[in-house]
């Protein structure tokens, strides 16, 4: 700005210095200080336009902050105007658990390998974080969006190698819980995505245990008592609506979840996928390496629930199309007969008997469609209750307990100390208790107990349906593996052992933060 004056001082010095004998000056200088001027002409525009800026006033401050705090709402932010929801649970506890099983089977059992007794544990139970938001896109419409990732706090995420399964899925890697986008309208929402079932959802609200170590999907939604609970699991590439409530109280919510899988068996795993359908890898627990341990090619599922003041009642239905079992069968020649339908069927309610207690029920069955011919190893076809009572002493106490029971499916496949065959006595009862104290609105501690009563038969665990550690059936025998360049023997290990008929419990205690 200072060297701009000088020169701007300069050229009027010099040109009053020179204009009195103008007329007697050379044309060529005549035509220097005509260039001369038209410069000084230029820099007086734009001493006058810097003049003017310095004395209009500064433009005022934008109204607010581009991110702002909801008033009330605990973790809702508006970005750009458009509210954000960032939400989690963290859950940590101290196990004691025992399989329960005996000493010594006769038979092909023999002696379980390692410590089946009680063995002290810490475990990482439904521990999540999550951001959800809404985009409006008009007066009654927007769009939703969802991602939610499960955290294993006492544990490093990574892929399950155990001598009971592989799977090959990091659960705690970014998006692995139910993420998903979606259309909101008058009649509903449409979402594309992952997501827990209409089937599993219905009655997550009977089920106070959700995630801990007396979880209902210990027996309720599991067909073979095993880690995985096939009728209460999330379901990746799917499409699913839900409604907005009507006549007074109900909703509807249905799901489709396709294949993917071009094999004719069903037994490769989804495009787009790191395990088979059903959970696991190929040749899982010792397996044949293919996808034959529950694989299926697409998924339906549906709900009808009503809710109004005190009652909730629910039904619902799903059916896994094309379910590859075919290592269940010990007669290569009758594997092809073990693809078939899987479906279940439940209905519940839940009531407020006073202020201060609420009683749950439900009831389900679950059908495998095979031939008569194999039968004799249908474990999959059963029925089966759960009962759940709480009682709150007063804001901060409650107490809960819950009852389930697993009837007796038409056969078995056999483990390892039972064999395959029609009528088996695989009937199981689980008992579960909890106490928990809210220390505030955000975190409470709790006390859990689990007794799995498994009849001779049975093998159903604690802790099913993606918690963090289980208690089963499994000794500690080495897996079998084969390694093609070991010789002369490529096989090692003879395992894993399935013992039925464990006393299976266990003792938790835990930490609760919720934001």
């Given at each position: 700005m200072k060297k701009l004056f000088a020169f701007a001082f300069a050229c009027v010095f010099a040109f009053g210095a020179t204009g009195i004998a103008r007329a007697d000056i050379a044309p060529d200088v005549a035509a220097k200080l005509d260039a001369l001027q038209k410069q000084m002409d230029a820099v007086q525009k734009q001493m006058e336009i810097l003049r003017a800026q310095k004395a209009a006033p500064a433009p005022a401050a934008p109204a607010g902050s581009f991110i702002t705090k909801v008033p009330g709402a605990t973790q809702t932010f508006l970005i750009g105007g458009e509210p954000v929801t960032f939400y989690g649970q963290l859950d940590l506890s101290l196990d004691y658990t025992t399989k329960g099983l005996q000493k010594f089977y006769p038979g092909p059992g023999d002696s379980p390998q390692g410590n089946t007794s009680w063995l002290p544990a810490v475990s990482t139970n439904l521990s999540f974080i999550g951001v959800r938001g809404r985009h409006k896109l008009g007066p009654k419409s927007a769009l939703l969006y969802q991602l939610e990732t499960q955290l294993d706090i006492s544990a490093t995420a990574g892929t399950v190698n155990n001598n009971a399964s592989n799977d090959s899925v990091v659960k705690g890697a970014l998006t692995s819980r139910n993420?998903?986008?979606?259309?909101?309208?008058?009649?509903?929402?449409?979402?594309?995505?992952?997501?827990?079932?209409?089937?599993?959802?219905?009655?997550?609200?009977?089920?106070?245990?959700?995630?801990?170590?007396?979880?209902?999907?210990?027996?309720?939604?599991?067909?073979?008592?095993?880690?995985?609970?096939?009728?209460?699991?999330?379901?990746?590439?799917?499409?699913?609506?839900?409604?907005?409530?009507?006549?007074?109280?109900?909703?509807?919510?249905?799901?489709?979840?396709?294949?993917?899988?071009?094999?004719?068996?069903?037994?490769?795993?989804?495009?787009?996928?790191?395990?088979?359908?059903?959970?696991?890898?190929?040749?899982?627990?010792?397996?044949?390496?293919?996808?034959?341990?529950?694989?299926?090619?697409?998924?339906?599922?549906?709900?009808?629930?009503?809710?109004?003041?005190?009652?909730?009642?629910?039904?619902?239905?799903?059916?896994?199309?094309?379910?590859?079992?075919?290592?269940?069968?010990?007669?290569?020649?009758?594997?092809?007969?073990?693809?078939?339908?899987?479906?279940?069927?439940?209905?519940?309610?839940?009531?407020?008997?006073?202020?201060?207690?609420?009683?749950?029920?439900?009831?389900?069955?679950?059908?495998?469609?095979?031939?008569?011919?194999?039968?004799?190893?249908?474990?999959?076809?059963?029925?089966?209750?759960?009962?759940?009572?709480?009682?709150?002493?007063?804001?901060?106490?409650?107490?809960?307990?819950?009852?389930?029971?697993?009837?007796?499916?038409?056969?078995?496949?056999?483990?390892?100390?039972?064999?395959?065959?029609?009528?088996?006595?695989?009937?199981?009862?689980?008992?579960?208790?909890?106490?928990?104290?809210?220390?505030?609105?955000?975190?409470?501690?709790?006390?859990?107990?689990?007794?799995?009563l498994n009849h001779y038969g049975a093998h159903y665990d604690i802790g099913a349906g993606g918690r963090g550690l289980t208690t089963d059936c499994h000794d500690a025998s080495l897996i079998t593996s084969f390694d093609p360049t070991v010789t002369p023997t490529p096989v090692s290990g003879v395992g894993p052992h399935c013992y039925t008929g464990g006393h299976i419990q266990g003792f938790s205690g835990g930490l609760t933060i919720r934001f």
């Open positions: 993420s998903f986008i979606g259309l909101d309208t008058n009649i509903g929402a449409f979402k594309i995505g992952k997501t827990d079932a209409p089937y599993k959802t219905s009655t997550a609200r009977m089920n106070p245990f959700n995630g801990h170590i007396n979880d209902y999907a210990i027996v309720m939604g599991n067909t073979g008592g095993d880690n995985r609970v096939e009728f209460g699991t999330r379901l990746d590439h799917s499409i699913w609506y839900e409604s907005k409530t009507f006549f007074g109280g109900w909703t509807v919510n249905a799901l489709l979840s396709p294949g993917q899988d071009r094999n004719a068996f069903t037994d490769g795993i989804p495009a787009g996928e790191s395990s088979c359908s059903g959970g696991n890898v190929p040749g899982s627990g010792a397996l044949p390496p293919a996808c034959n341990d529950g694989s299926w090619s697409h998924v339906m599922s549906v709900s009808a629930n009503y809710n109004h003041k005190n009652l909730y009642l629910t039904g619902a239905y799903e059916i896994h199309k094309n379910v590859n079992r075919t290592s269940d069968i010990g007669d290569p020649a009758l594997a092809a007969l073990d693809i078939g339908d899987e479906h279940a069927v439940k209905g519940g309610f839940q009531v407020g008997l006073n202020k201060r207690t609420t009683l749950s029920g439900l009831y389900e069955v679950m059908t495998r469609d095979v031939p008569l011919a194999i039968q004799y190893q249908n474990e999959r076809t059963r029925s089966g209750f759960w009962w759940a009572l709480t009682h709150r002493f007063d804001a901060k106490n409650d107490v809960n307990f819950g009852w389930a029971r697993a009837n007796p499916s038409p056969g078995d496949p056999g483990q390892h100390n039972t064999a395959a065959g029609l009528n088996p006595d695989n009937m199981s009862n689980m008992l579960a208790f909890q106490y928990r104290h809210a220390i505030d609105t955000h975190v409470s501690w709790y006390l859990d107990y689990v007794d799995t």
